[in-house]
């Protein structure tokens, strides 16, 4: 247990149902992470915040991704309308702005859509 | 474009056995570059970090290699056990905190 914590762990949705994920970071770390893995790769960056201000969105962040921080603690990622193609594991992660800074990583939420 | 590429993508192993696993990256601008492990349905979990002046870096059984002419680093498993089958994943930082993933490496250790 790294001390991130998500919430659900799993979702099944129907397509065109919004979804939303929360993530809660290691509690003094101010920067958490959003990334996408599907089965048999990588995760891929989708955004960031530091603090409650998101400083970088992927071109993967269509516009039916939001993702909010709004007291630098906790965050939420919605994604809107869903389909097929957003079935993926989404991993959240958190650390402390450092010279070697270390993302610590979250058990993820594993979203499948119908 | 930044890119790590990993091989195999998948070995089995017997247990007790030693293995490597390679990575290669074209990453720019090199901050440092860490092995990550990730088990089934789990969030990664780094192992070691290492910086563009260090060549090797160990972590009990865990021992990693960086050579930052040839852009190439290497994890080898010394004695596996069955707990080491998961997925290991090297991971290049650039700009300082931006992560490039590779696509792992699936290792199984049977008994």
């Known amino acids: 247990d790294t001390g991130v914590s998500q919430d659900p762990r799993h979702k099944i949705t129907k397509r065109g149902q919004n979804v939303t994920f929360r993530c809660d970071p290691i509690?003094?770390?101010?920067?958490l992470y959003w990334y996408r893995q599907t089965l048999g790769q990588g995760p891929e960056f989708l955004t960031y915040?530091?603090?409650?201000?998101?400083?970088?969105k992927s071109r993967l962040l269509s516009d039916r991704f939001s993702a909010e921080r709004p007291k630098g603690s906790f965050s939420t990622l919605e994604i809107q309308r869903t389909e097929q193609g957003d079935s993926a594991m989404y991993l959240c992660?958190?650390?402390?702005?450092?010279?070697?800074?270390?993302?610590?990583f979250g058990p993820g939420t594993r979203l499948l859509v119908l | 474009k930044n890119q790590v590429e990993q091989s195999p993508q998948s070995l089995i192993i017997l247990e007790g056995k030693n293995c490597t696993l390679q990575?290669?990256?074209?990453?720019?601008?090199?901050?440092?570059l860490r092995w990550y492990k990730q088990d089934t349905g789990r969030g990664p979990v780094s192992l070691t970090i290492?910086?563009?002046?260090?060549n090797t870096k160990s972590n009990g059984r865990y021992t990693a290699t960086l050579d930052a002419d040839t852009k190439q680093s290497s994890l080898h498993i010394t004695a596996s056990q069955l707990s080491d089958s998961a997925s290991y994943i090297c991971?290049?930082?650039?700009?300082?905190?931006?992560?490039?993933f590779g696509g792992g490496t699936r290792l199984m250790v049977k008994p």
């Open positions: 992660a958190s650390s402390l702005m450092t010279s070697q800074e270390t993302q610590y």
């Open positions: 509690s003094e770390h101010n920067r």
């Open positions: 915040f530091q603090n409650e201000a998101q400083l970088e």
């Open positions: 990575c290669n990256y074209t990453v720019s601008p090199f901050s440092n």
């Open positions: 290492m910086t563009f002046s260090e």
């Open positions: 991971v290049v930082t650039y700009t300082g905190n931006m992560l490039t």
